[in-house]
């Protein structure tokens, strides 16, 4: 009867055991260094050559997968120049810089805008950091 008692306990209470010690994986959220657009920045639109500058170093303990841009018009008008890009990461470090055309935008299109920018790891957890820019027309 002993023999039976022990083996119902390695049966049944080991593997519960183990399942409550199994490891949780990655729960740590990547980081962002933000460098640019500034907040509050004014970029000028609508000339030749206008271009909005975008700079940030993403961080994660483990792999990074993936960063998205946010660019939403904050004012109520029906017109505005709204726009998201997903694009890939690899690796735990990462950097971009990039140079986004503007000079397509038109009066119309100026404004208070927030600009996101958004950071996944491959465990998929998410930082957000957010910034206000202010489109003028360019001279």
């Not at 998410?126 to 360019?138: L, Q």
Request: aromatic letters at 8%.
């Amino acid at each position: 009867m002993k023999r039976f008692v022990y083996q119902c306990l390695i049966l049944f209470v080991l593997p519960l055991f183990l399942y409550t010690c199994k490891d949780d994986g990655d729960t740590e959220s990547p980081v962002i260094n933000f460098k640019s657009p500034t907040n509050n920045q004014t970029i000028a639109i609508g000339s030749t050559g206008a271009m909005l500058t975008v700079s940030a170093e993403f961080k994660d303990n483990e792999a990074l997968k993936s960063y998205r841009i946010e660019i939403t018009r904050l004012s109520s008008k029906l017109n505005g120049w709204d726009t998201t890009f997903t694009n890939s990461l690899s690796g735990t470090t990462e950097s971009i810089n990039l140079a986004l055309d503007l000079s397509h935008l038109v009066v119309s299109d100026a404004g208070q805008y927030s600009f996101g920018l958004t950071c996944t790891d491959a465990a998929d957890n998410v930082t957000s950091v957010a910034r206000s820019i202010n489109m003028v027309v360019g001279k």
